[in-house]
């Protein structure tokens, strides 16, 4: 017999019991995304682990739903003897997007329904301030609360540059070093760890992802590679998106290919994340000042003074730009495909009429 489970334990909230009123039958059941593969998911439901496909009349053929990821809610309609369907996706509280590699689809959901972005750099050649930076960002944006990470302790002497820097670019976020060979600092991590909680991982290969959840779980549940000597640089140990329980109760979604997310609107994010920057826009004396060479402008009196650092301004101008041109270029890609669409339907009008429609440049 299929062992029952509450999904309450893997983040289920009863907010979301509202969304249940609109099943279509009564055999339809919440259930959790813990694995995309391809055209089938996993998931976890009160019957237990299962399988499911999607139902095509919901989500293609003209259908609206958004395409379910890792953490997404879903209700379920049950199959016994096979893969059940996933008939609707619930709410989502937050999420991390980047472009979808299909034109014109807008935006692909990787990860959803999560409280904690938790972004790893290592302590040792791969810390990097600027992206530190764009990895807030995309954490503000996502809906959730940044924490910040920096692992391998243990491979340095002293870090306490490091945690310096990392707190004047991350204000008013929590940033904490730890050691998984040590233990050293997980302590400090207990608020965020609470049971029922979800925590994504974001953090370029070889920041030491696996070896951290290895060292919260007390045991060996995910491969872990090691690392180029030479640079310090790792292979990706995670080859798909998958949500991971521990006895603790805690829930991680580990991902590969974070590093392909765009700045898709990301506007609140970049606020979030250069609030000491942003903080100056309105004190210029012109209302559309473009904190160039305009009189009165308080981001260049700021930089003058050194109250804003040169560093800090450049990195907001280009995450700046990165979100314009993602936002552009989707908007592009979308009228681009609209036209090739309008192209095709008038080439076969003008083949089934012989050719009487005139030319494309009429």
């Not at 059940?84 to 709410?91: E, F, N, V, Y």
């Not at 540059?161 to 050691?179: K, T, Y």
């Amino acid at each position: 017999m299929t062992q029952m489970i509450d999904l309450t334990a893997y983040g289920f909230s009863p907010a979301l019991l509202e969304a249940l009123a609109a099943r279509e039958t009564q055999s339809e059941i919440p259930a959790r995304v813990t694995a995309v593969h391809k055209e089938r998911y996993e998931l976890v439901c009160e019957r237990g682990e299962c399988w499911a496909v999607l139902k095509s009349s919901v989500y293609f053929n003209g259908g609206d739903q958004p395409f379910p990821t890792t953490g997404d809610f879903v209700l379920l309609d049950w199959n016994d003897s096979g893969d059940s369907r996933i008939t609707q996706t619930l709410p989502r509280r937050s999420y991390f997007a980047r472009r979808n590699p299909t034109p014109g689809q807008g935006e692909q959901a990787v990860a959803a329904n999560f409280d904690s972005v938790f972004i790893l750099q290592s302590l040792n050649y791969d810390f990097n301030i600027k992206r530190l930076e764009r990895y807030l960002a995309l954490a503000w944006s996502s809906g959730a609360t940044p924490v910040v990470v920096l692992t391998k302790a243990d491979l340095v002497e002293r870090f306490d540059e490091q945690l310096l820097r990392a707190s004047e670019a991350a204000a008013g976020v929590d940033v904490f070093a730890v050691s998984a060979k040590s233990d050293y600092g997980f302590d400090r991590l207990d608020s965020y760890l609470a049971p029922g909680k979800t925590i994504v991982l974001l953090g370029s290969s070889g920041v030491g992802k696996s070896s951290f959840i290895n060292a919260l779980a007390g045991e060996e549940l995910m491969a872990v590679n090691t690392i180029r000597e030479n640079d310090s640089k790792g292979r990706h140990t995670t080859t798909h998106r998958q949500l991971i329980r521990l006895s603790s109760g805690v829930l991680f979604i580990d991902t590969p290919g974070m590093r392909e997310l765009g700045m898709l609107d990301s506007g609140e994010g970049l606020s979030e994340a250069f609030a000491d920057v942003e903080q100056y826009f309105g004190q210029c004396r012109f209302s559309n000042c473009s904190h160039g060479s305009e009189p009165g402008c308080a981001v260049q009196k700021a930089l003058t003074s050194g109250e804003l650092s040169a560093a800090r301004w450049e990195s907001y101008q280009k995450l700046q730009r990165e979100a314009s041109y993602s936002v552009n270029q989707t908007d592009y890609l979308r009228q681009k495909q609209e036209k090739y669409t309008q192209i095709a339907k008038l080439s076969k009008a003008i083949q089934k009429s012989g050719g009487k429609h005139g030319s494309f440049d009429e």
